[in-house]
């Protein structure tokens, strides 16, 4: 194998996207502000170092660019071709690109699965053609591809400008959003790597695109803009590895399209509460994604990470010429999770050396009113000093004695230096343009209001303390797995009967009370008098689901006598309730001793697999919806997470005077819960509600629990 071969051999399937020799734009009009026309003309004019072939059948040249008629008749090997013909033929054009041997594709055209079936038939034609030839294909329906590596300058797109060069890399499924981004972007003098509208993810995919930057020496912050996850589970585990780690990057996403979930769903509390939004929450989390709601918020975040140093703690300096934001900063500082600490004696001494009489030296530092720039350096400089301080936020109010380009310049000459982060809040628009644009051009993060630098100065922390976790994998604990496939294997389709779905449950080792299914009332008061008073009789019938509604469940029987009383009623409640009802008879079990109620359920998302929820139960669980999720299986440390997470694990800590519970055993139930319905797929949904949490001399105990099949 030649040089040039084995070189090539070695190159990454999407570097013929990124970094072609060659570029073909095929379907190419003369036309100035058309799609096609202008794509041609960005990658000619924005300083593109590769050749570039314009196909137009019918033209002779395109802006002085020799056409070809089809991709084949260019007589040089090409390796991108940006495709805009029409969607009815898109699959035609892209058909004699894989006969070129052309190995990468960008489909811009739009046409495709957006607009119905017609169209999702034609994706799936392009989709063949790629699979048969090869291709790595972008879209359809997108913006483009846009490089501002010096090396490339490829803008592959219909953007109005090429980017400035920085360290952040833009994914967009929406192309639309991606000019408004740009133009955001270019005011701000925020700088790409790579700029990427995927479109309907025919091909390429954000998870290709993650591994492809993780590995990219340009690239240092990922920034993902998503409506629709088709594959949550493998972004997922893809991002976990980019998150932390060797070469770590960090991600921050903003998932829209938050949809309700399916009517069919609500059979169940653990259905009814697992739409895909708060499982996106939890989920994007356990992958180290830090999830945000906005694009400022999204790009002050990035700009944060990007331009200044990792900061080695949350404790944050203030400084400001006005009380009034510096309180607001401090309020939103502190209600973010970041901690605005005493300054040192020795601090404090070299600012009141520093500053007017009237200063305040304590943290937020207020350098007063007619602060100009000395005051500003000597206050920045000695608060970055302190070994107490971890990050500092600058604060400029314009008043009439303010030198705001000089205090801005200022800053610049202090921050150059420093090893801690720093961010600035001009507050204001007209007064303070001229400062803040010499901020932004030295690459300092600047926000119009002190709360966006503090919830920029969290989302940082997040990612830091994401990588100081030592993550641990799921443990397969033991269980019976053999015993819950004789029955899961040979159940119909539904809900399992309780006894069944109690049996799977003991032989995954979750807490099941002891319990029969007695089909008289001799049965059950003869097995009530074994196992001891009070008991609980709960009827079983493959028609009757929700018990309580039927009078289906008797609670708190003393003796033998109530025991056989009750069977009889409740089997004639039942009947009258459901006339169709098959009984099969009552389970029989202690009656629980009273604790806090708490919910274990799971369901399969078509996205996400085996999700698992975790959170107050009972009655409360619809009213409060107190509840966390996770991806199974779970590890130990992602049970935790789950349990940590919710409002009422005070409650389960043992507040004011009452004993803890049984967190540990909680924390295993999740676990055994996760190893269940990631062994058995027909497990569809599964509710323990509750699971009743006593000390941890007593334990916990399931109380009820519904398992349906797919």
Not at 298 to 313: C, E, I
Not at 434 to 442: K, S
Request: hydrophobic content about 40%; overall charge neutral.
């Amino acid at each position: 194998m030649s040089v040039s071969a084995q070189l090539e051999s070695k190159r990454h399937p999407l570097d013929s996207i990124f970094s072609p020799k060659s570029v073909a734009v095929v379907g190419v009009t003369a036309t100035p502000g058309t799609v096609p026309y202008d794509i041609f003309y960005n990658i000619l004019t924005s300083g593109y170092r590769g050749t570039l072939y314009p196909v137009a059948p019918g033209k002779r040249s395109i802006c002085a660019v020799r056409a070809y008629r089809y991709v084949v008749d260019i007589d040089d090997q090409v390796d991108l071709a940006v495709i805009v013909f029409p969607a009815e033929v898109v699959d035609r054009a892209l058909e004699q690109c894989g006969q070129k041997g052309i190995k990468a594709a960008i489909v811009i055209s739009a046409g495709f699965r957006e607009i119905g079936p017609e169209g999702l038939k034609r994706e799936e034609r392009l989709k063949a053609i790629c699979a048969e030839y090869g291709i790595s294909l972008v879209g359809p329906n997108c913006l483009g591809v846009i490089n501002t590596d010096p090396v490339v300058r490829l803008n592959a797109s219909f953007a109005r400008k090429m980017p400035l060069a920085g360290r952040i890399a833009f994914l967009s499924q929406s192309g639309a959003l991606c000019t408004a981004v740009l133009d955001y972007a270019r005011e701000k003098q925020i700088g790409f790597s790579k700029f990427v509208s995927f479109g309907n993810k025919a091909g390429v995919t954000e998870t290709d695109l993650f591994e492809y930057l993780h590995q990219d020496p340009q690239t240092d912050v990922i920034l993902l803009y998503l409506e629709e996850l088709r594959e949550g589970r493998k972004l997922v585990e893809v991002a976990r590895r980019i998150t932390r780690g060797p070469n770590a990057k960090p991600i921050l996403a903003i998932k829209s399209g938050r949809t309700p979930q399916g009517a069919d769903a609500a059979a169940s509390h653990t259905g009814s509460l697992a739409g895909e939004d708060p499982i996106c929450d939890a989920v994007f989390e356990e992958a180290g994604i830090v999830r945000v709601n906005t694009l400022d918020e999204l790009f002050n975040a990035a700009t944060m990470y990007a331009y200044q140093p990792m900061p080695q703690g949350n404790r944050l300096a203030i400084v400001t010429n006005a009380g009034g934001p510096g309180v607001m900063a401090t309020d939103a500082a502190v209600s973010m999770g970041l901690t605005v600490p005493r300054l040192s004696e020795t601090t404090q001494q070299r600012l009141r050396e520093s500053l007017p009489a009237t200063a305040n030296v304590k943290n937020p530092v207020d350098v007063i009113g007619d602060a100009r720039a000395d005051r500003y350096q000597a206050a920045l400089r000695h608060v970055l000093d302190d070994p107490q301080i971890d990050q500092v936020l600058v604060i400029l109010t314009p008043q009439s004695m303010t030198d705001i380009e000089g205090i801005a310049h200022g800053i610049v000459h202090i921050v150059r230096n420093a090893s801690k982060p720093v961010a600035c809040s001009f507050m204001g628009a007209e007064d303070v343009g001229p400062g803040i644009r010499v901020l932004q051009e030295a690459h300092i993060p600047h926000y119009i209001l002190p709360e966006w630098a503090c919830a920029a100065m969290a989302a940082v922390q997040r990612i830091r303390t994401w990588r100081a976790l030592e993550l641990d994998e799921p443990e397969e604990l033991p269980v019976h797995r053999h015993a819950a496939a004789q029955i899961l294997d040979q159940a119909p389709s539904g809900y399992l009967e309780e006894p069944e779905a109690l049996a799977v449950l003991a032989a995954y080792g979750l807490p099941v009370p002891a319990h029969r299914l007695c089909s008289s009332p001799e049965e059950a008061a003869e097995f009530a008098d074994q196992i001891g008073y009070p008991v609980v009789l709960r009827v079983v019938s493959p028609q009757v689901v929700h018990k309580w509604d039927v009078g289906g469940v008797k609670l708190n029987l003393q003796d033998s006598s109530a025991v056989r009383t009750a069977f009889t009623q409740m089997l004639q409640s039942v009947r009258q309730a459901v006339p169709s009802a098959e009984i099969r008879g009552a389970v029989v079990r202690r009656m629980i001793p009273p604790g806090h109620e708490v919910i274990l359920g799971a369901k399969r998302d078509p996205s996400f697999g085996p999700v698992l929820m975790f959170g107050l139960g009972g009655l409360y669980v619809e009213l409060f919806k107190d509840v966390t999720f996770g991806l199974a299986p779970i590890s130990r440390q992602g049970a935790q997470r789950m349990l940590r997470h919710v409002k009422a694990f005070k409650l389960l800590e043992g507040l004011r005077g009452s004993p803890p519970a049984d967190v540990d055993n909680i924390q295993e139930c999740i676990q055994r819960l996760g190893q269940l319905v990631a062994d058995f797929p027909r497990i569809s949904e599964l509710d323990i509600n509750p699971l009743i949490v006593g000390p941890k001399e007593r334990g916990n105990t399931v109380a009820d629990v519904r398992i349906r099949l797919s």
